[in-house]
């Protein structure tokens, strides 16, 4: 493959690159979390961090939030058709890890 701007490669790690996507996705594999459970399941990220995450997972079309309108407000956090095509990445992630190790 060559490097460019648009290679598979370099488009992969622009959308799940980082210290925390691949965190959120894996976290989020299966099924709709809130926020809040998402922060319990992740404690090394802060709230701010996880929420800047979050914008910029659903800005990509990866993630997405769904509020129900409910008082006290009430959202959720899901992946979208597109996120669910990177937990084959994970799992080759996972066994990749355990063969290393």
């Known amino acids: 493959i060559k ?12 959308l799940i690159g980082g210290k925390w996507r691949l965190l959120i996705i894996h976290q989020l594999r299966s099924g709709a979390l809130r926020l809040h459970q998402l922060k319990t399941s992740m ?23 769904h509020n129900f309108g409910e008082v006290p407000p009430r959202v959720e956090y899901s992946l979208t ?21």
């Open 43 to 65: 404690p090394d990220i802060s709230e701010k961090m996880l929420i800047q995450e979050l914008k910029r997972l659903m800005e990509d079309g990866l993630v997405a939030r």
């Open 3 to 14: 490097l460019t701007p648009t290679c598979p490669i370099r488009t992969t790690l622009e």
């Open 81 to 101: 058709e597109k996120g669910t095509l990177v937990l084959p990445l994970l799992e080759k992630m996972v066994a990749f890890a355990k063969a290393y190790q």
